[in-house]
């Protein structure tokens, strides 16, 4: 099956530095990875759409310049967390699409096991 | 923005027991899904049901979709300790590409 690696698994950091977390499709090419954020004993809520070789689409309340999205490739996409503050702690998840689909409306999504992030 | 309700938040169950979680949603859909997430990882998919079918099984879940009603199941038959996890709707919508989740329903089944 469609595997979804993302890594690191967790990270902890100091105010103020910047995090990076990879999104990788393994065994398939994924043209749109989606970027989550999940707080504790909560669903999940969509940050942006990783769009390769353009530019994400966030949504609305995301800070753009603070979540920096880039997907370079058909198998790798990364967020960015900038100048992190204790308020960004949480665990992020990417998921990602397979490209090769008759509909991508009935595709499933494929998730990474997410990165738990805490900044201290 | 989440367009989905889950009920209950929480459910408690002995083994072998049936468990089922129910789903709300607001607007018209192309598709619906199921999925489940173990406590600190990522999402699991588990099954898809199309606006046009009502009721979809895979081993021993059941899925059924009203969209009369605006609704959909999920029935897991003979739950086993194994099952203890988060279950989340998530449907997808018009043009939209992303899925909206639902709140979830967190599933506990007591060996």
């Known amino acids: 099956g469609a595997v979804v690696s993302q890594h690191p698994s967790w990270v902890i950091c100091k105010s103020g530095t910047s995090v990076k977390i990879e999104c990788r499709s393994l065994?398939?090419?994924?043209?749109?990875m989606f970027w989550y954020r999940q707080f504790p004993k909560q669903s999940l809520m969509l940050m942006a759409t990783?769009?390769?070789?353009?530019?994400?689409?966030?949504e609305q309340g995301v800070e753009k310049d603070k979540f920096l999205i880039n997907h370079a490739s058909l198998t790798l996409s990364t967020l960015t967390v900038t100048s992190a503050h204790p308020e960004d702690s949480s665990f992020y998840i990417c998921?990602?699409?397979?490209?090769?689909?008759?509909?991508?409306?009935?595709?499933?999504?494929?998730f990474g096991n997410g990165t738990r992030l805490t900044v201290t | 923005s989440q367009q989905g309700e889950e009920d209950p938040q929480a459910l408690s169950i002995q083994e072998g027991e049936n468990a089922t979680m129910n789903c709300s949603y607001k607007?018209?859909?192309?598709?619906l899904q199921w999925y489940r997430q173990n406590s600190g990882r990522g999402l699991v998919h588990l099954i898809l049901i199309r606006s046009n079918e009502r009721e979809k099984h895979s081993g021993r879940l059941r899925v059924t979709l009203d969209t009369s009603k605006k609704s959909s199941s999920l029935l897991i038959t003979a739950s086993r300790a194994a099952d203890t996890a988060s279950y989340f709707c998530a449907t997808l919508s018009g043009s939209a590409r992303q899925l909206t989740f639902g709140s979830g329903t967190q599933l506990t089944v007591l060996p």
């Open positions: 065994d398939f090419q994924a043209t749109t």
């Open positions: 607007t018209s859909i192309n598709n």
């Open positions: 990783s769009n390769e070789g353009s530019k994400a689409t966030y």
């Open positions: 998921s990602a699409q397979a490209v090769d689909r008759a509909s991508s409306y009935n595709s499933p999504l494929h």
